[in-house]
């Protein structure tokens, strides 16, 4: 293997709003481009070109425990009113067994736009799992 093991996905960090914070689960890294078609009628070819367009982004959706009189994630979520918001850039890094970056994501203008915990079941045998979806305006890799 060139340059060693690949990387494993089960270790890593989010800070947002300058708290850090553990999540289960991270979702939605991902932005594709929208493709422009054009054609003149002069063109020799029979087909059309493509060309970039606006990027989209996909919704950031956050997995975590719920905890004890932490009301954070909900604290957040109340600040969404009509055309407001408190928007936030998030970090979210993968990290070495040292704890290190190895890669670093950073989330533009990230707001709240679902909140959602698992259905609370009297039988179950599991943890109560609260999820934030975040809406955003841009992804990039900074290391």
Not at 13 to 34: D, K, R, Y
Not at 80 to 91: E, F, L, P, Y
């Amino acid at each position: 293997m060139a340059g060693g093991y690949p990387l494993s996905k089960y270790h890593f960090i989010v800070q947002w709003g300058g708290a850090e914070t553990g999540f289960s689960e991270v979702s939605g890294l991902s932005l594709e481009f929208a493709v422009i078609e054009h054609r003149s009628g002069n063109m020799p070819e029979h087909s059309s070109i493509k060309m970039p367009g606006l990027r989209k982004y996909t919704n950031i959706v956050l997995k975590r425990a719920l905890q004890k009189n932490d009301k954070e994630f909900f604290e957040w979520v109340n600040t969404v009113q009509m055309n407001t918001v408190q928007r936030r850039d998030i970090t979210i890094s993968l990290l070495d067994e040292t704890h290190q970056p190895l890669i670093t994501w950073r989330v533009k203008n990230a707001w709240p736009c679902k909140y959602e915990i698992t259905p609370l079941h009297a039988s179950a045998n599991e943890v109560l799992i609260e999820t934030l979806e975040l809406a955003h305006e841009g992804l990039s890799i900074v290391s």
